[in-house]
C-alpha cells in the first residue's frame, strides 16, 4: 500500500512536497485526480495513480492540461472535490479554460496545482504564475516546505467551497523536490456519485450570463480579501525598525539570515502564505512602525509591486525594495548565502559575500563536464542517424524545427537535429511557418506524448493549407522525459492502468494525411530507405519511428539479456562513430596506446544499431 495512505493522525513522515500535497488532498477527501506529467509536479500525477489502483479515487494523465483542467472543473461542479496540476507552462495551455472558470465557479472544492520553474531546471521560460491568480481573480496560497504544502492543500479545498471557486496552490521546484517532515492528519472518505445541478443562466458564459458572473466574481474576490486578513498562512515574527516581506521557499532563507545575522530584535518579518488577494489591512499595520522594508520573492516583483500600492494608497512614504540592480535580481532562483548577503547589504550590516555550494569543490578540482545526453539504445538517436545521413546522401541541408520531450537533446552535438523550439506543439507549425517562408527542406520532429498533446490540430492544418514538410513522429511509447506516463498511444502501460490504444497510425491518417511512412528505427536500412523517400516528396508527408524506449522496456519487465560489442582492430580512427552518432557507449580509448575507439560494454544497450553501418564493429561471442 502506497505510504501517503498509511499512518496514524499526529504521526511525522518523511514526504518530498508533491508528495505532501497529495497527502494533504487526500486528508481533504479529494475524489478525481487529473494531470498532464510535466516537471516540477509530475510526482503528484504518478503518487496518485498508485493510489487510484489502491482505493476509489478517481485519477487519470489526460491528454493536455486543458482538458486535465476541464475534467477536474466538470467533477468540481458535480459535487466531487477534484485537483489538477500541472507545471507552470502547463497553465499557459490551460489558461482559456482557467479565465472563464473563476466566472463558472466550482460547487465542491477544486485546487489547481501550478509548480513554477526558477532557474529553468527542465522548462523552456521561467514565467511566474502568481500573475494569473491576479489575472483570473483566483484566491493563492504559496507553501514554504512540505508541512505548510500538506497544510495548504487541505485548506485549499474548504477555502474552494466557501468562496465557490478555484484555488490556486503555487509552488516551485525547490518545494516540489524538497523532502521534510510531514505531520499526518486523518484520511476523508471520498462521496458517492456526485449530482450535477442544472443552472443553465450561471453555468453558460455566454454574454449575457458573463456580465453577471464577472460581479459575482468581485464579490467572491472581496471576500477572499477579508480571509486573507485572518489566515494562519500569513504570519508576524520579531521586532525592530526593520522590515522583511517574503513568501515560499524564500521565506526559509530569510529566517536563516536573520539568525546568522543576528537581526531577531532589529527586524520583523511578514510571511504571507495566502498571497491573492493581498491582506491589506494586515500589510499596513505591518508597515506602519517601519523606517524601511526589504521584499525577498523569487522572480517577479509581485509582492513588492503589491505592496507599493497598499503603502502607496495610505500615503506611507518608508522605502520598499525588492529588485533592483543593488539588490535582487529577477533572475533564477535564490539560496540562503544570496539572501543573507543581499539583507546584510540593505540594511548598512557587514556580510559575506554570496557563496553558492559549489559542487566542483567537493573533490578539490573541476568535476568533468556532463551535458544531457540521449542513453545509450536510445531509438531516438537511431532515427536523428537516419535523417542525417540521407540528408547527406541526397546532398540536402535540412532545417529542424523540434518539440519538447527526450528529442529534444538533439540539440547538441553530434547529432545536432534541433534548430527552432518554442513549446509544446509547436515543431509542426512552426515547420509550415518556415517552409512557406524560404522554399528550404525542413524535417520537423516531435514525440508521440507531444503530438497527442498539442500536435494534431497544427497537423490538421498543415493539411488544409497544402504545407510542405516532413513530419517525424518519434513514437517511443511513452512520455519519457517526465518519467514514463502513458498518454493514448502508449504501447507499454504500467500495470493495471485502464486505458485504450490510440494507434498513432490511424490517428495520422485520419487527420487527412496520405504520404505516411512507418518505420522501425533499428532496422537502419528500411529506416534510411523510407526517410530519403520522404524527404525528397513534396506536400505534408509524415513518418513515424516507432520503438519502445528501452528504460521503461526494463521497468516494466526487468533488465533483459543482451548482446555486447566491441570495436575490433578493422577500425580505422575516421571518427564517424563520434562526428555523426556519438553513443555514449562510445568513447575515446584514454590509455597508453591512446588514439583508438572502444566501446563501454557497461554502458551498451545492445541495440546493434551501429554493426549495420560500421565494419569495425562486432558482436562480442563470448
Not at 449575457?208 to 515574527?237: I, M, P, T
Not at 545536432?416 to 509550415?432: E, K, P
Not at 522525459?481 to 485520419?510: D, F, I, N, S, W
Amino acid at each position: 500500500m502506497s505510504e501517503l495512505l498509511t499512518g496514524q493522525p499526529g504521526e511525522t513522515r518523511l514526504f518530498l512536497g508533491n508528495e505532501a500535497i497529495v497527502r494533504g488532498a487526500l486528508e481533504a477527501g479529494v475524489a478525481l485526480v487529473t494531470t498532464y506529467p510535466g516537471t516540477p509536479a509530475s510526482e503528484i500525477g504518478d503518487r496518485c495513480y498508485e493510489i487510484s489502483r489502491q482505493t476509489d479515487l478517481y485519477f487519470e494523465y489526460s491528454v493536455n492540461e486543458k482538458v486535465a483542467l476541464e475534467v477536474a472543473a466538470g467533477a468540481a461542479a458535480s459535487g466531487w472535490r477534484a485537483l489538477c496540476a500541472m507545471k507552470h507552462v502547463g497553465l499557459n495551455v490551460a489558461a482559456d479554460t482557467l479565465m472563464t472558470l473563476a466566472y463558472v465557479g466550482v460547487k465542491a472544492g477544486m485546487v489547481i496545482v501550478s509548480a513554477d520553474d526558477p532557474s529553468l531546471f527542465s522548462s523552456q521560460n521561467e514565467q511566474d504564475n502568481r500573475y494569473y491568480a491576479k489575472l483570473a481573480g483566483l484566491p493563492m496560497l504559496e507553501p514554504s516546505s512540505p508541512q505548510e504544502a500538506k497544510e495548504m492543500a487541505r485548506a485549499a479545498f474548504a477555502l474552494s467551497e466557501e468562496l465557490h471557486l478555484p484555488v490556486l496552490l503555487r509552488t516551485t521546484t525547490r518545494i516540489n523536490h524538497t523532502r521534510g517532515a510531514v505531520t499526518l492528519r486523518e484520511l476523508a472518505s471520498r462521496p458517492g456519485p456526485g449530482v450535477f445541478v442544472k443552472e443553465p443562466f450561471q453555468k453558460v458564459m455566454v454574454p449575457a450570463v458573463a456580465r453577471l458572473a464577472h460581479a459575482r466574481l468581485l464579490e467572491a474576490q472581496a471576500r477572499a480579501a477579508g480571509l486573507a486578513e485572518d489566515s494562519l498562512f500569513n504570519k508576524v515574527y520579531g521586532k525592530g525598525t526593520w522590515g522583511i516581506v517574503t513568501s515560499g521557499v524564500s521565506a526559509d532563507y530569510v529566517e536563516d539570515a536573520v539568525a546568522e545575522l543576528g537581526l531577531e530584535d532589529r527586524v520583523q518579518v511578514l510571511k504571507l502564505g495566502f498571497t491573492h488577494p493581498l491582506p491589506a489591512n494586515l500589510i499596513l499595520k505591518f508597515l506602519a512602525p517601519l523606517e524601511r522594508v526589504l521584499v525577498v520573492e523569487e522572480l517577479e516583483p509581485y509582492l513588492e509591486e503589491g505592496i507599493r500600492a497598499i503603502a502607496q494608497a495610505q500615503g506611507l512614504t518608508l522605502s520598499i525594495q525588492g529588485k533592483s540592480k543593488a539588490l535582487f535580481s529577477r533572475l533564477y532562483e535564490y539560496h540562503p548565502a544570496l539572501v543573507r548577503q543581499v539583507t546584510a547589504r540593505y540594511f548598512g550590516l557587514p556580510g559575506k559575500a554570496a557563496e553558492p555550494a559549489d559542487p566542483q569543490r567537493i573533490l578539490g578540482e573541476p568535476l568533468p563536464d556532463r551535458p544531457p545526453n540521449l542513453c545509450p539504445g536510445c531509438p531516438h538517436r537511431a532515427m536523428y542517424y537516419s535523417v542525417k545521413m540521407a540528408l547527406k546522401d541526397l546532398g540536402v541541408e535540412g532545417i529542424f524545427p523540434t518539440d519538447i520531450g527526450c528529442y529534444t537533446l538533439g540539440l547538441l552535438p553530434p547529432l545536432s537535429m534541433a534548430d527552432f523550439l518554442i513549446c509544446m506543439g509547436s515543431s509542426v507549425n512552426t515547420a509550415a511557418g518556415i517552409s512557406k517562408a524560404t522554399g528550404q527542406k525542413v524535417v520537423a520532429f516531435i514525440g508521440d506524448s507531444t503530438f497527442f498533446h498539442s500536435g494534431l490540430p497544427g497537423l490538421v492544418n498543415a493539411v488544409h493549407q497544402g504545407h510542405d514538410f516532413l513530419l517525424v513522429i518519434l513514437d517511443n511509447g511513452t512520455t519519457a522525459m517526465t518519467g514514463h506516463q502513458p498518454h493514448p498511444g502508449v504501447t507499454l502501460t504500467p500495470p493495471g492502468y485502464p486505458c485504450e490504444h490510440v494507434p498513432l497510425k490511424r490517428v495520422v491518417q485520419a487527420l487527412g494525411v496520405e504520404q505516411l511512412w512507418v518505420v522501425k528505427p533499428f532496422k537502419y536500412q528500411e529506416a534510411l530507405a523510407a526517410t530519403k523517400e520522404a524527404v525528397s516528396a513534396t506536400g505534408v508527408r509524415v513518418l513515424i519511428s516507432q520503438a519502445p524506449c528501452h528504460l521503461h522496456v526494463h521497468r516494466l519487465k526487468g533488465r533483459q539479456p543482451r548482446a555486447r560489442f566491441r570495436i575490433t582492430d578493422k577500425c580505422q580512427d575516421c571518427r564517424h562513430c563520434l562526428d555523426y552518432f556519438g553513443c555514449p557507449a562510445m568513447q575515446l580509448n584514454q590509455g597508453p596506446e591512446g588514439g583508438r575507439m572502444l566501446i563501454d560494454t557497461d554502458l551498451c544497450s545492445g541495440c546493434a544499431f551501429c554493426v549495420q553501418w560500421c565494419e569495425a564493429i562486432r558482436p562480442v561471442k563470448n
